[in-house]
């Protein structure tokens, strides 16, 4: 019998390496990226730790040359889905009572072979699946992944340990039990971190999992759910089932056994997935917990008294890095008329010199959106905005799809806060600028504040301190996660915990211990030491 109490060694953020010109992660990764290329491969459904084949199959292509397929990838229906929900609930009670140190270990192995062995095999998937340059390949798939493993075994580990207080002759104590279900993700295509983070949280707190992670990130998705099972992770704890979102709809959304659905996505599908749980209430086991992270419309808000320099960098890597297709994508930006002149000028160098190509040439800073429907919507937007009076394109505007889905860095001005490209979401590299009068400050952060349903990043740039404190205040619920003075992307597990609310989703927190807290099930016990065998109390006596 184990009676020790073990710790997890206290987790520091993974470094970020350089991929310089002849470094030794330069050449593993080129190598990697060709191996892929010349050698498709086949993705089976991993459902009870076996490989399963399905009658239906689809291609993975890279999104920046449409024509090279990287293998395919099989397809679950309602039977397999079906077959994933029996294999959690039957690894449930043995994962859920495995002791805590043991289902940690297998999660900070994981992270260590990510880190180690495989790092050039999961950039290089990330890469040619994805359209990920080498940079935003290793901060997603390598460092943030291997981030949330390690701090969430350290999070849960400190959740543990916090017990209620004890009075004389009693010892109250919670224990922190999975869920009375298995737990539903449906994960993204644009950060393989968030497709690994998904079903691990709930996994690493006792439960079991269905994941559907995104037809267009599956390779990479594939490769870490093979890292899990190479680090031990039991049969059956986490299923890994590409499908239909309408099969996963009505199989899993409505299965008396759900009891959690992790999820980041669209608002529009998340929307329709808590109008199904309502409808199904009444056959929920438990109630679920649906934790969402959805869209964003995100700005940034410059003061007359910004920093110029600060502010263009700002514009353009947090709106055209990894081409605008991140949640967390600067899309808006209000900017004063006594700055807009220089601005403007230095947007146009630094735009016109960013290239963007094939991800195996690491002199490209932009690469191709993800898909052809995503490169039409971002098209139709800007033939909206070519088309109205009320916006002009000032920068950029092309779109070529001949051979990968390729959209310009573009600016829109706009002469109005409420033009269609400042309020909906395009995920697409695609910035949207509106000139407020400087006398038009507060008038402005209103319509900042207002214009559209989302709050998940924002920024404001000022050099005064009195104006800073104004604007935060002013856009206090504009913003889970709130910059002063840098773009609104970049948050970092452990340092900014990542989130928003309003129609961005429930503000759960990923990279916090808060996120983990929405996996427990707490029981609490209270142990009398000397039972009460009187049942009159003292001041009964009175005649």
């Given at each position: 019998?184990?009676n020790?109490?073990?710790?997890?060694?206290?987790?520091?953020?993974?470094?970020?390496?350089?991929y310089?010109?002849?470094?030794?992660?330069?050449?593993?990764?080129?190598?990697?990226?060709?191996?892929?290329?010349?050698?498709?491969?086949?993705?089976?459904?991993?459902?009870?730790?076996?490989?399963?084949?399905?009658?239906?199959?689809?291609?993975?292509?890279?999104?920046?040359?449409?024509?090279?397929?990287?293998?395919?990838?099989?397809?679950?229906?309602?039977?397999?889905?079906?077959?994933?929900?029996?294999?959690?609930?039957?690894?449930?009670?043995e994962?859920?009572?495995?002791?805590?140190?043991?289902?940690?270990?297998?999660?900070?192995?994981?992270a260590?072979l990510?880190?180690?062995?495989?790092r050039?095999?999961?950039?290089?998937a990330?890469?040619?699946?994805?359209?990920?340059n080498?940079?935003?390949?290793?901060?997603?798939?390598?460092?943030?992944?291997?981030?949330?493993?390690?701090?969430?075994?350290?999070?849960?580990?400190e959740?543990?340990?916090?017990?209620?207080?004890?009075?004389d002759?009693?010892?109250?104590?919670?224990?922190?039990?999975?869920?009375?279900?298995?737990?539903?993700?449906i994960?993204?295509?644009?950060?393989?971190?968030?497709?690994?983070n998904?079903?691990?949280?709930?996994?690493?707190?006792?439960?079991?999992?269905?994941w559907?992670?995104?037809?267009?990130?599956?390779?990479s998705?594939?490769?870490f759910?093979?890292?899990l099972?190479?680090a031990?992770?039991?049969?059956?704890?986490?299923?890994?089932?590409?499908?239909?979102?309408?099969?996963?709809?009505?199989?899993?959304?409505?299965?008396?056994k759900?009891?959690?659905?992790?999820f980041?996505?669209?608002?529009?599908?998340f929307?329709?997935?808590?109008?199904?749980?309502?409808?199904?209430?009444?056959?929920?086991?438990?109630?679920?917990?649906?934790?969402?992270?959805?869209?964003?419309?995100?700005f940034?808000?410059a003061?007359?008294?910004?920093?110029?320099?600060?502010?263009?960098?700002?514009?353009?890597?947090g709106?055209?890095?990894?081409?605008?297709?991140?949640?967390?994508?600067?899309?808006?930006a209000?900017?004063?008329?006594?700055?807009?002149?220089?601005?403007?000028?230095?947007?146009?160098?630094?735009?016109?010199?960013?290239?963007?190509?094939?991800?195996r040439?690491f002199?490209?800073?932009?690469?191709?959106?993800?898909?052809?429907?995503?490169?039409?919507?971002?098209?139709?937007?800007?033939?909206?905005?070519?088309e109205?009076?009320?916006?002009?394109?000032?920068?950029g505007?092309?779109?070529d799809d001949?051979?990968?889905?390729?959209?310009?860095?573009?600016?829109?001005?706009?002469?109005?806060?409420?033009f269609?490209?400042?309020?909906?979401?395009?995920f697409?590299?695609?910035?949207?600028?509106?000139?407020?009068?400087?006398?038009?400050?507060?008038?402005?952060?209103k319509?900042?504040?207002?214009?559209?349903?989302?709050?998940?990043?924002?920024?404001?740039f000022?050099?005064d301190?009195?104006?800073?404190?104004?604007?935060?205040?002013?856009?206090?619920?504009?913003?889970g996660?709130?910059?002063?003075?840098?773009?609104?992307?970049?948050a970092?597990?452990g340092?900014?915990?990542?989130?928003?609310?309003?129609?961005?989703?429930?503000n759960?927190?990923?990279?916090?211990?808060?996120?983990l807290?929405?996996?427990?099930n707490?029981?609490?016990?209270?142990?009398?030491?000397?039972?009460?065998?009187v049942?009159?109390y003292?001041?009964?006596?009175?005649?």
């Amino acid at each position: 019998m184990n009676n020790a109490y073990f710790q997890v060694k206290p987790p520091v953020n993974e470094p970020i390496k350089g991929y310089m010109p002849g470094s030794p992660e330069t050449v593993a990764l080129k190598a990697e990226l060709e191996r892929q290329l010349a050698n498709p491969v086949e993705v089976p459904l991993i459902i009870a730790g076996k490989e399963v084949r399905t009658a239906n199959k689809a291609n993975m292509i890279c999104p920046h040359d449409h024509k090279k397929v990287l293998g395919q990838y099989y397809i679950a229906g309602e039977k397999e889905l079906l077959m994933a929900i029996t294999a959690a609930e039957a690894a449930r009670e043995e994962w859920e009572n495995m002791p805590w140190e043991h289902r940690a270990t297998i999660f900070l192995k994981a992270a260590d072979l990510l880190t180690g062995k495989y790092r050039a095999k999961l950039s290089a998937a990330c890469m040619l699946g994805q359209s990920k340059n080498p940079y935003q390949s290793e901060i997603d798939v390598i460092c943030e992944m291997a981030d949330f493993l390690r701090f969430n075994a350290h999070f849960v580990q400190e959740i543990y340990k916090q017990q209620p207080l004890s009075t004389d002759g009693v010892w109250n104590r919670v224990e922190y039990r999975a869920l009375d279900g298995f737990v539903a993700a449906i994960t993204p295509f644009n950060f393989t971190s968030i497709g690994g983070n998904l079903p691990t949280a709930p996994a690493m707190c006792g439960n079991t999992v269905l994941w559907k992670p995104s037809s267009t990130a599956v390779l990479s998705n594939y490769y870490f759910m093979q890292i899990l099972i190479e680090a031990g992770l039991p049969a059956g704890v986490i299923n890994f089932v590409p499908c239909r979102g309408v099969d996963f709809g009505k199989v899993v959304v409505p299965h008396p056994k759900m009891a959690g659905f992790h999820f980041t996505g669209s608002t529009g599908v998340f929307n329709d997935i808590w109008n199904q749980v309502g409808q199904n209430i009444n056959n929920y086991v438990t109630y679920p917990r649906l934790v969402g992270e959805t869209g964003g419309k995100d700005f940034i808000f410059a003061h007359e008294t910004a920093d110029v320099e600060a502010l263009t960098c700002a514009i353009v890597l947090g709106a055209f890095e990894y081409q605008g297709q991140k949640c967390s994508a600067a899309s808006r930006a209000y900017i004063p008329e006594s700055l807009w002149g220089k601005v403007k000028v230095r947007l146009e160098e630094e735009i016109g010199n960013i290239k963007m190509g094939d991800v195996r040439d690491f002199t490209n800073l932009m690469n191709a959106v993800i898909d052809q429907k995503s490169f039409q919507n971002i098209k139709n937007y800007l033939d909206y905005a070519r088309e109205s009076t009320e916006a002009e394109i000032i920068i950029g505007g092309g779109c070529d799809d001949s051979v990968g889905y390729f959209v310009e860095p573009t600016v829109i001005l706009a002469k109005t806060p409420t033009f269609k490209t400042m309020v909906e979401e395009i995920f697409g590299p695609v910035m949207t600028i509106y000139i407020y009068p400087n006398d038009k400050l507060e008038e402005t952060l209103k319509a900042c504040d207002t214009a559209t349903s989302y709050a998940l990043t924002g920024a404001v740039f000022a050099q005064d301190r009195a104006a800073i404190i104004k604007l935060a205040k002013a856009l206090d619920h504009a913003a889970g996660n709130f910059y002063i003075n840098d773009k609104p992307t970049g948050a970092v597990v452990g340092q900014q915990p990542f989130g928003g609310s309003r129609g961005s989703g429930t503000n759960d927190k990923a990279g916090s211990a808060i996120n983990l807290y929405r996996w427990m099930n707490q029981r609490a016990i209270k142990e009398t030491l000397v039972p009460r065998t009187v049942v009159n109390y003292p001041y009964m006596v009175e005649k």
